[in-house]
């Protein structure tokens, strides 16, 4: 037993430790220590008011517009734990549209991230995040609408990440939690209709050593009308394209193709320069050989740099799906591990209710047995017992057969009586 001194004590310190927490909200907190969003319900409260005693305040800050959400919460118990403290739970089902800003420097062969961001308007020190090792994050690739110009990734990732102060200006940090799926661009599209359509306009203007070089106005009219159907495509094409400030691949190969065809142009009018004919055709067969291998080099140069820029996203994609495996692992083996659990404390259950409904039937049946069948402790001199039942239905039914009995021996000696 503790002595008056030692509770003073323990309460004094339990006093100081609460002004300490309580000066800690007001010092962090937006709002005063009324509107704590971790306020204690009420003793004799039945029902939980959400707002005022557990409102984390989630923003989703990358969305554009939501058309449906349903919030619901709801209170469940970890049987796992020991200290009996429930936990609260907030789910979302939502219709919305999220804007996420695209990396095109590898367009039309780029990897997207999708990722919903999701905010607390509490500072970090009264909310983190923080993943929920019991349930495994999934997406359904069989309802994405994008399906004829992205390939879908399986994996999700999910993780909580720190609020970079410099761009958001604030002295406080907030919680952030981001939810990112991945997807990559098929290239069919804009290998067939873009860049195949410009390599073959480029290779067209090849056509034009087959005039005469002493003719530079026949040989000029082909190049620049080549030239011509160059830009009037690129006009076309720019308004499927994404618009920003800065040159994709395919930017990149387009004017790449379209300044060769450039180079076309000043090599037919330095042609006509020259006035003898082994010259005029060895100057042509020099740029032919020139320009043919600048052509191979420059697309193979173009190659190599797609097939490095395509491993190095697959080799992340790769890393990315092999970490969300062995997340899902975890969590199956967490779950595993649970449900052995709950079934171990189950069976103990039921055999402990087994005992107990055996012991109370055993009980019982003894009680009765012992209410029925008890009898007085009369012994003869002889030791044999001569107690009576104290039931009265038996003690009544054997008077009736003792009478019987007396009356039949009575008449069996009549008979012998009788005189012959």
């Known amino acids: 037993m503790m002595d ?63 058309d449906k959400m349903e919030t619901k919460h709801h209170l469940y118990e970890d049987k796992d734990s020991d200290d009996g403290i429930p936990y609260a739970a907030m789910n979302f089902r939502l219709k919305a549209t999220f804007k996420e800003p695209m990396e095109l420097y590898d367009f039309p062969f780029d990897c997207q991230d999708l990722t919903i961001r999701i905010m607390s308007d509490w500072p970090d020190t009264d909310v983190q995040f923080k993943k929920n090792m019991s349930i495994k994050d999934s997406i359904r690739i069989d309802t994405f609408t994008g399906a004829q110009e992205w390939d879908l990734h399986k994996h999700v990732i999910s993780q909580a990440v720190d609020e970079d102060r410099e761009l958001t200006g604030s002295h406080r940090k907030y919680p ?15 290998l067939w209709n873009v860049a195949l359509i410009m390599f073959l306009i480029m290779c067209m203007t090849f056509a034009s050593f087959s005039v005469d070089p002493f ?39 387009i004017l790449f193709c379209m300044t060769f065809q450039c180079i076309m ?37 173009f190659g190599i740099t797609i097939a490095l820029k395509y491993k190095a996203s697959q080799k992340e994609m790769k890393a990315a799906n092999q970490k969300y495996q062995e997340l899902c692992q975890q969590i199956n083996k967490t779950w595993t591990e649970n449900m052995a659990k709950r ?78």
């Open 265 to 301: 142009v000043v090599q037919n009018a330095t042609a006509s320069v020259y006035t003898d004919v082994k010259d005029a055709k060895l100057f042509d067969l020099i740029c032919i050989t020139c320009l043919a291998c600048l052509v191979a080099v420059a697309h193979l140069s």
């Open 215 to 253: 003719e530079p106005a026949d040989r000029l009219s082909v190049t620049l009308t080549l030239l011509l159907t160059s830009v009037a495509f690129k006009f076309v094409v720019s308004q499927s394209l994404p618009t920003i400030s800065y040159l994709t691949i395919l930017d990149k190969y």
């Open 4 to 66: 008056t001194k030692e509770v003073l004590e323990i309460a004094l310190h339990s006093l100081q430790r609460i002004e300490h927490s309580l000066k800690e909200i007001e010092a962090n907190s937006k709002q005063t220590d009324s509107d704590v969003w971790h306020t204690k319900r009420a003793d004799n409260q039945k029902e939980v008011i959400w707002e005022e005693q557990w409102h984390p305040r989630l923003v989703f800050t990358n969305a554009i517009s939501v």
């Open 176 to 190: 952030m939690y981001h939810i990112t799926a991945h997807v990559q661009r098929r290239i069919g599209f804009y």
């Open 343 to 420: 079934q171990q404390r189950d069976e103990e259950k039921t055999v402990k209710y087994e005992i107990n409904y055996v012991e109370n039937d055993h009980h019982e049946i003894k009680r009765k047995k012992a209410k029925r069948s008890r009898v007085r402790p009369n012994e003869s001199k002889d030791g044999k017992g001569l107690g009576r039942l104290k039931d009265p239905d038996r003690r009544r039914h054997d008077g009736d057969h003792s009478e019987s009995t007396e009356r039949q021996s009575k008449s069996q000696s009549a008979e012998y009586n009788i005189p012959i």
